[in-house]
């Protein structure tokens, strides 16, 4: 069983910073790519930024230059710092990592969501 949780959501001011962190544990054979993605009332699910095994990177473009995705594979953990946030980024969001729990089987595993509130 696998399981992945995120942290680090809440409220903040726009300008300001967040970091979210997320861990997936259990039957973890290898971790590959990993991300966030988020949701906000009334829209569909969005990439927000992914990152390899290997640290390759790729954000949306509403992001780039503010945010930065980050990983710790030691400790199968992936990180967001979120900086100039704006009222635009307040959503749930969400972490996602691609795991095999064999050498030949791998699924998605998501998070159970974390609030982000950015006030104007």
């Known amino acids: 069983q696998v399981h992945v949780v995120e942290s680090g959501g809440g409220l903040v001011q726009a300008g300001g910073s967040l970091r979210l962190s997320c861990a997936a544990s259990?039957?973890?054979?290898?971790?590959?790519?990993m991300g966030w993605y988020r949701k906000a009332p009334g829209k569909q699910r969005e990439l927000v930024a992914l990152?390899?095994?290997?640290?390759?990177?790729n954000y949306a473009d509403s992001v780039k230059g503010r945010f930065t995705i980050s990983r710790d594979n030691a400790k199968n953990t992936v990180y967001l710092q979120m900086n100039s946030l704006k009222p635009e980024d307040t959503a749930v969001y969400y972490c996602m990592a691609n795991i095999a729990t064999t050498r030949y089987s791998a699924d998605s595993y998501w998070g159970q969501g974390t609030q982000v509130t950015v006030s104007s």
């Open positions: 990152i390899s095994s290997s640290s390759n990177t």
């Open positions: 259990g039957s973890i054979f290898r971790v590959d790519a």
